[in-house]
C-alpha cells in the first residue's frame, strides 16, 4: 500500500492548495484515479501564462509587431463586411486561454494568473507600477511612476535635493504630459486585464478571490468577493438587456470585445509628485509620482462638503497607496509623497 493511500482526502487536498501551480496539478492527475478524481477540487490555485490568449484573439505569438496588429484589424474588418453571420468571440474561446484551462477545476475559490510580461512602454530608465481593483467596471487604481532610480554617488554628481516650492511646481508642470501618459497607460493596461478574465469569472462560480498579475511585478488587479459578485451580476443584467433587444447608452457585450478591454468610466485623478525622494539604502528616485484614481461617481456618492470631503478623501487614498503597495522601497516611496502637495485632473469615460 502507497504511503498516500493511508491518508484522508482532506489532507491530500490541502497539499494540492500549497502546491497551487495547476501545470504541477495536472501532471498529478495521471499519477493514480485518486489524484485524479481530487486535483479537479484544488480551491487554491496558481496559473503561470506563457502567452496571453484573450478570449477574442486566435493564438498567435504574443511578439506580434505593430504592423501586424495593424493588418490584422483591417483583415477582420473586411471579413466583417463579407460575413453575413459572424460569430461572437465570446462563443469561440481558444484552446489555451485561461478559461478553458480552468475549466479542469469546479470548486476554485482563491485564484491567482501571472501574465509573462508587463504591459507599458517606457524609456530606460522609468518604473512604474500599478494596482487596480475592479468589480464590474474600475473601483481604483494605484499608480506610482519614477523617472529613474539612482545611487547616492550618481546623484551627489547631478547636484542635491531641491528645497521644493516654485521649483517643486516646475518639475511638475515640466513632466505633467509624461505622468498623464502613464497614468493612461496603466488605466488602459489595467482593463485589458479585466477583460481578460470576465470569461473566467464567468465560469468559476465559486471564485472569491482573483489576482492578475505579471512576472515583471509591473501591475496588478485585484477583485474581491463583492468585485466578483458585482462583475456577474453586471454580465448577468446585460445579457438580458441585450437578448431583451436593448438599445440606449448601455454598451453590448460586442462593444466590449471590439475594443478587446473593459471600459474605463469618468474617474478623478490625485495625483502628487516629488521631483526627488531620498530612499533607505542610499537610493534617491527621480521624479516621484503617486496617482490615486477613483470614478467621478464613487467620490460624489461619498461627498459631504467642504474639509470634511477633504480629510475624508486623503484618508481613503492612503488607505488604497498603501494597500497597493505595502512595505518595502515602494511603500517607503508612497510614505513620503502622501505628505506632498495634490493636484487634481478629471478625465472622461473611454
Known sequence: MDGFDQLPDSLILLIFNSVSDIKTLLRCRAVSRRFNSLVPQTDSLLLKVD????????????????????????????????????????????????????????????????????????????????????????????????????????????????????????????????????????????????????EVVREQSELRRLVLTDREGEGTVVMDEAGLAELRSGTAELAEHVSGGGGGEEEDEDDVAERN????????????????LELKGGLWAEGATLVVVRPTTTIKEGSGGGAQTQLGDDVAEADLATRAFGEGLYGEAVGALLKSRTYILEMNSF
Open 51 to 198: 502567452c496571453v490568449v484573450s478570449p477574442d484573439s486566435a493564438d498567435h505569438d504574443g511578439d506580434d509587431s505593430f504592423l501586424f496588429t495593424f493588418l490584422k484589424s483591417i483583415l477582420k474588418s473586411l471579413h466583417n463586411l463579407v460575413s453575413p453571420n459572424p460569430l461572437s468571440p465570446s462563443q469561440k474561446p481558444p484552446q489555451n486561454s485561461p478559461s478553458k484551462i480552468l475549466r479542469g477545476f469546479d470548486r476554485v475559490r482563491d485564484l491567482e494568473i501571472e501574465l509573462p510580461s508587463g504591459d507599458l512602454r517606457l524609456k530606460k530608465g522609468a518604473v512604474v507600477k500599478w494596482t487596480a481593483e475592479f468589480g464590474n467596471s474600475l473601483r481604483s487604481c494605484v499608480i506610482l511612476g519614477f523617472r529613474a532610480i539612482r545611487d547616492s554617488s550618481v546623484t551627489a554628481e547631478i547636484g542635491a535635493d531641491p528645497a521644493g516650492g516654485e521649483e517643486e511646481e516646475d518639475d511638475f508642470a515640466r513632466g505633467l504630459k509624461t505622468r498623464v501618459v502613464w497614468t493612461i497607460s496603466a488605466l488602459i493596461a489595467a482593463s485589458a486585464r479585466h477583460y481578460l478574465l470576465r
Open 261 to 276: 478591454r473593459t471600459r474605463v468610466p469618468s474617474v478623478r485623478m490625485r495625483m502628487r509628485h516629488a521631483p526627488r
